[in-house]
């Protein structure tokens, strides 16, 4: 019991952090959300905060990074219609490259107006998503810091 009494604040401090990051605090900056098996990391926008290795919010708005296997479909038209799944409008499709990968990038808003914007990129048979949602009047002031995490993105071949 005298142990207990005498790692008290300890074990509290360490009961706190775990509820805290439990709840949905997260990590602030700092952050990357990666796939190390694909060999994909890219740092958390600024202002952001990392939930895991795979998501990301600010507010109401969230980043999401996932795997999806091509099963013998062509990049490009599986890249399309994953953008347009949901009732999503295409703004705008543009290819370039990140690491010597081909890549695309996507704009589109969805049905209820907010803006859509993916990272498609080719990776063997799969391809890797990156997928942020949000709210209409959020993007402007977000386009920057978004832009600035894809410019930044790594993939290791």
Known sequence: ?????????????????????????????????EIPELGFSMPVPAGWRIDAPEMCHKGDN???????????????????????????????????S???????KAHATTPSGDRLLRVYILKGDAIIVLSFVILKDDYPALEAALEQAIRAINVKN
């Open 1 to 33: 019991m005298n142990k207990l009494k005498k790692y008290f604040p300890q074990i509290l401090l360490a009961m706190s952090l775990i509820i805290y990051a439990g709840c949905g605090g997260g990590l602030t900056g700092g952050g990357t959300m």
């Open 62 to 96: 969230t980043g999401l990074l996932m795997e999806e296997k091509l099963e013998g479909r062509p990049f490009e038209a599986a890249a399309a219609g994953m953008t347009r799944e949901f009732g999503n409008k295409v703004i705008s499709e543009s290819p370039f």
């Open 98 to 104: 990140i690491s010597g990968l081909k890549a695309i």
